[in-house]
């Protein structure tokens, strides 16, 4: 399934802005899929992975 940036900012618990800085300037955040031009979206597995990845440290 794929999140929109409002969907992963819900899950993350932060707001859009934040995931748009972290996935600029965090190399671990799950990479951004472009669909077409201003429609881009995360992979739902990959967020969740990260969140655990990121909960367990």
């Known amino acids: 399934m794929l999140l929109n940036v409002d969907q992963v900012a819900k899950r993350l618990n932060v707001g859009p802005a934040t995931v748009w800085r972290w996935s600029r300037v965090n ?3 799950p990479m951004k ?3 077409s031009e201003g429609c ?10 990260w969140l655990a990845a990121r909960s367990a440290a």
């Open 33 to 35: 899929i472009r669909l």
């Open 40 to 49: 881009t979206r995360w992979d739902a597995d990959a967020v969740e992975r």
């Open 27 to 29: 190399p671990t955040f």
